[in-house]
């Protein structure tokens, strides 16, 4: 909220396109001594803004390509396994996706408005519908009584029968820890287990109250909800897993300083893109009464409807039947728990399996006008810093109908594939425990598919992407908090409250949970040192080749790097 203010602040004073990269050089420009740090202070933050313009349209283009995957299994299970995502088809979603979102971006503002508009009142409708009968499901069900949980993805209200999990040639899968198989007190090997189900109609087969296998579903033991009894489990060793919320007093109540910043770091990627409306400045009517507004009313209604609303009624609906753990194991929990609260309300898993299909269009549609508006604003900074020919001056050009700048659009477009399909390739990477082995052999797995072990020591690709994006909103949040000091501080509007305490909270809070993700593998058990890490050295190489390319460019167009006067502009 420090940061969206101080965002606000600075487009009252210098509306026009461009958002932080503009406040930079202005900001500095007003000046009576700082002036010369103007160029440097500009072309620093724009470079430091492409890490997040660039990548978050990359990653939203993986997200998407992995949800349009988890769906492939959903209308041809016998096809697509559910289990891994063919890297096949989500290489070609990336790209034919990344350049679909370009066009609706290339024909314009308004076009690109309009999509958004509607997207926006689908989307926080649907969160809305979700939310209300997540909670009136966990109402609905109190401790004790008979609920439904997940089986191979049908929901079901009996136990289920297990067996060993076996690869295609019929060889029972050991659990793996460390890479190792791991052994019981007997020392014999722990074999993964699965539910069992019907090879012709694909149902769970039930068991009963000894875990013997049954025909009929009705003969198999009831399954009883919990809240309590298992919220948080140990380990041999000591280890405690948080699985589910025992009250919803326990869902907004802080469960350790580590794990506030953790939920602060997700809460970053959530929230992010508030300040995207700034880039259009030069679209507005009214931009420095509208656009201060605007930057504020989204973040409260991405924090109010998409965050807090959701957050808290996901969160509240976990029990025994969908832990913590099985939502980090899938490919998309909110859709498990839809197929849940779908089949209670509606009455059937057909119902449950369409009403979880109708909220993933809706989320897919979510995903289009997130993409949508990060690709439109990075374009729009590109825009400005090669009209400014601190990148290539084609950047700076305006199409001559759609008056939009198509070739830092369709630049982004092919930049977007390339990072989406980075970010799928290892996205099962990082896992505790090995996966089960793949299920299917067909063209659509013909490549990209690692043995089930390599998973648990590969890094995450979803993760260090995410973590490049996040970095680079951190390092920009952080600047234009620092912008919106200086920018203030001869200014006759200054105020010691609105232009120094917000943006050095601001400021504060931004380091902080970005210092979070570097020392808290260290500290914080489960977390995994590679991906932060990994992203942190990408960021560096971004910031060593910035510095290079400014430097050069500077010798090469004859451009000061510190002005000796102020432009006759200014």
Not at 29 to 39: D, G, M, P, V
Not at 134 to 162: D, E, F, M
Not at 181 to 191: A, E, H, L, Q, R
Not at 246 to 256: I, L, R, T
Request: contains cysteine; neutral net charge.
């Amino acid at each position: 909220l420090a940061t969206a203010y101080s965002y606000a602040e600075l487009s009252k004073l210098y509306p026009g396109p461009g958002s932080s990269y503009l406040y930079a050089e202005q900001a500095f420009l007003s000046k009576t001594h700082a002036f010369k740090f103007a160029r440097l202070a500009k072309f620093t933050t724009g470079w430091a803004s492409h890490l997040y313009y660039w990548v978050y349209p990359g990653v939203m283009v993986g997200v998407t390509a992995l949800l349009a995957g988890f769906l492939l299994n959903q209308f041809w299970p016998d096809t697509f396994s559910a289990t891994y995502n063919s890297p096949l088809f989500m290489v070609l979603f990336c790209i034919i996706f990344a350049f679909g979102v370009a066009y609706i971006a290339y024909r314009g503002v308004t076009g690109t408005t309009a999509v958004n508009v509607v997207i926006n009142v689908v989307q926080i409708s649907a969160l809305l519908v979700f939310s209300i009968m997540a909670i009136g499901y966990r109402s609905q069900h109190p401790q004790g009584s008979t609920g439904y949980h997940l089986s191979n993805g049908v929901a079901v209200t009996y136990q289920v029968a297990q067996e060993t999990v076996k690869d295609d040639k019929g060889v029972p899968q050991p659990v793996l820890v460390d890479g190792k198989p791991s052994m019981d007190k007997d020392n014999k090997p722990v074999y993964q287990m699965q539910d069992m189900k019907d090879e012709k109609t694909g149902d769970p087969i039930g068991a009963d109250k000894d875990g013997k296998p049954v025909k009929d579903p009705k003969l198999a033991a009831p399954f009883t909800v919990d809240y309590v009894d298992g919220a948080i489990t140990k380990d041999d060793k000591g280890v405690e897993t948080f699985n589910y919320h025992k009250d919803a007093k326990s869902v907004v109540s802080p469960h350790g300083f580590n794990f506030i910043f953790i939920q602060a770091a997700i809460a970053i990627l959530i929230l992010v893109g508030f300040e995207t409306v700034t880039a259009m400045a030069d679209e507005a009517k009214n931009p420095k009464r509208d656009v201060g507004r605007a930057v504020l009313l989204s973040l409260v209604i991405q924090g109010a409807v998409c965050y807090l609303i959701e957050y808290f009624a996901a969160n509240y609906m976990l029990h025994n039947g969908y832990t913590m753990p099985n939502a980090g194991a899938s490919g998309a929990p909110l859709g498990d728990m839809m197929v849940i609260v779908g089949t209670w309300l509606f009455g059937s898993v057909a119902a449950g399996k369409a009403f979880m299909l109708v909220q993933a269009f809706t989320v897919f549609l979510a995903l289009i006008g997130t993409t949508l508006s990060c690709l439109s604003t990075g374009a729009r900074v590109t825009y400005a810093m090669g009209r400014d020919e601190e990148v290539s001056s084609h950047f700076g050009l305006l199409h001559g109908k759609t008056m939009s700048p198509h070739k830092a659009i369709w630049a982004l477009a092919i930049i977007s594939a390339i990072i989406g399909v980075v970010t799928v390739s290892v996205y099962m990477g990082g896992q505790a425990t090995a996966p089960a082995a793949l299920d299917k052999h067909n063209f659509w797995y013909s490549f990209g598919i690692f043995a089930p072990e390599m998973y648990t020591k590969l890094p995450n690709t979803l993760l260090i992407v995410t973590l490049i994006s996040n970095f680079g909103t951190f390092l920009l949040y952080m600047m234009t908090c620092v912008i919106a000091m200086v920018a203030f501080k001869e200014h006759h509007t200054f105020n010691g409250f609105k232009h120094i305490v917000i943006p050095v909270l601001g400021l504060l809070a931004n380091l902080a949970i970005m210092l979070f993700y570097l020392i808290g593998p260290f500290s914080v058990a489960g977390m995994s040192w590679k991906e932060p890490y990994i992203a942190l050295a990408v960021c560096g190489v971004w910031g060593i080749y910035g510095a290079i390319y400014f430097l050069k460019g500077s010798k090469d167009k004859g451009k000061e790097i510190l002005l000796s006067s102020k432009p006759t502009s200014a």
